[in-house]
């Protein structure tokens, strides 16, 4: 017997396939919809309903934070908590750093662990210049915020928000040695020129950065710092020996050598009255050998550096803060003086006028005898003058909060959204 095989298919079977056709180009079609009515979404979720903020947190990498590491988790910290923040902030930074761990429990708020303080100083500046716009564009942030004056000099097309605290750093290279100054020249100038927004912590460093760096005003705006210390924190005595205090790292600007003579002065008539400096040395800063020998004078303290609690107490026991800084951007340490209950004399230059508001004794920061004028001023008031010199201190302090600098940065981020 043959067996056929038969080449032709049946009509049958023709339609039967035609159908199987029909249905598969009618579910490839109701596919291929879906996904784009899916991406679409996706993307107009992105673009009007979660507007993202990339927060640099390469200031996590110390430790020991001072300065301008202190104001830049005040702030972040206060965005983080902001209740009338409705964007989305992408935080890199380092957990180990106190207190960033917690922000990974507010809404809208991611924070993607960078290693910082296992690193070099060298390798996180690289990270920042190389790595981090890359990583904005990932997370889809189309703003991102560099709290202390450093930002990739090529940003893309991610929009820049630079904080600049002070402009020592150009107007005054002596301080500092000639490493810094290079690395700043390529870690802080290009990113601050093409920032499309530049905030200054004062009206002073504002006219500094129109004048010296050339950045036109529109670009310009001026945010005060908060306080970190409040009315409620506990301060413990920790000693009865009357003493001075001065707060701030170990560095030029400071003009510790005229204060430590100024203080000399004082003590022929307040024998038992020692100067307590708070503070550390500074690689980054020039070597000041007068310092090094005048640190020894008798009554002189070099505590080092001082936890908040330590630094809350030293505040509220001394009998003046003294702040004869040459040059400051903000002042910080002036205000959490005032609000810890010390009477502060600071300098009549820079910024401090600004910040002191009148509540502060000001004095000539280049003058010995002045610092001294104006410290024994302080220490013969009787005790109504000196309740109403902290009166006032409390008063001005209490006008600066980072509640407040936090509803300003927000309020930049979302021109550059618009």
Not at 156 to 168: E, I, M, Q, R
Not at 244 to 254: A, D, R, Y
Request: charge should be neutral.
């Amino acid at each position: 017997m043959h067996i056929w095989r038969r080449v032709g298919k049946s009509d049958d079977e023709r339609a039967s396939e035609n159908s199987i056709t029909h249905v598969n180009v009618w579910v490839h079609f109701f596919v291929v919809k879906a996904a784009r009515a899916i991406i679409v979404a996706r993307f107009w979720d992105l673009g009007h309903m979660q507007k993202a903020v990339a927060l640099n947190g390469r200031f996590t990498g110390t430790s020991q934070p001072t300065g301008t590491q202190t104001a830049a988790f005040g702030l972040f910290d206060a965005l983080v908590r902001s209740p009338e923040r409705e964007l989305s902030l992408v935080v890199f930074a380092d957990p180990k750093f106190p207190g960033v761990a917690e922000w990974k429990k507010f809404p809208n708020v991611t924070v993607v662990t960078v290693p910082f303080q296992n690193w070099s100083r060298g390798r996180a500046q690289w990270w920042e210049q190389f790595t981090l716009p890359r990583l904005c564009r990932e997370w889809n942030c189309t703003v991102a915020h560099h709290p202390i004056a450093t930002s990739p000099a090529f940003k893309g097309n991610v929009k820049s928000v630079v904080t600049l605290h002070d402009l020592n750093f150009f107007n005054h290279p002596e301080w500092y040695s000639r490493s810094f100054r290079l690395v700043y020249a390529f870690t802080a100038l290009p990113g601050l020129r093409e920032a499309e927004r530049v905030v200054v912590i004062s009206d002073y460093v504002r006219e500094q950065a129109a004048r010296d760096l050339h950045i036109e005003m529109q670009r310009l705006r001026r945010v005060y710092n908060g306080v970190r210390f409040t009315l409620q924190d506990e301060i413990f005595a920790h000693t009865t020996v009357p003493y001075l205090l001065c707060v701030g790292s170990l560095q030029p600007h400071k003009n510790l050598p005229r204060l430590i003579k100024a203080y000399s002065m004082v003590k022929e008539t307040f024998p038992e009255l020692e100067l307590w400096v708070v503070g550390r040395p500074q690689p980054r800063f020039s070597e000041m050998p007068e310092l090094h020998a005048l640190l020894k004078t008798p009554g002189v303290k070099l505590l080092g550096y001082l936890s908040d609690a330590e630094l809350r107490a030293a505040y509220a026991n001394a009998l003046v803060f003294c702040y004869p800084s040459l040059e400051e951007g903000f002042g910080l340490p002036m205000l959490e003086a005032m609000i810890c209950g010390a009477p502060v004399v600071t300098s009549n230059c820079s910024c401090l006028p600004e910040i002191a508001g009148g509540a502060a004794e000001l004095v000539d920061p280049f003058s010995e005898q002045d610092i001294a004028l104006g410290v024994r001023k302080i220490l013969d008031l009787i005790p109504g003058e000196r309740e109403r010199w902290l009166a006032r201190g409390l008063e001005r302090a209490q006008k600066f909060s980072w509640a407040n600098a936090a509803r300003e940065y927000l309020a930049i981020y979302e021109e550059l959204f618009d």
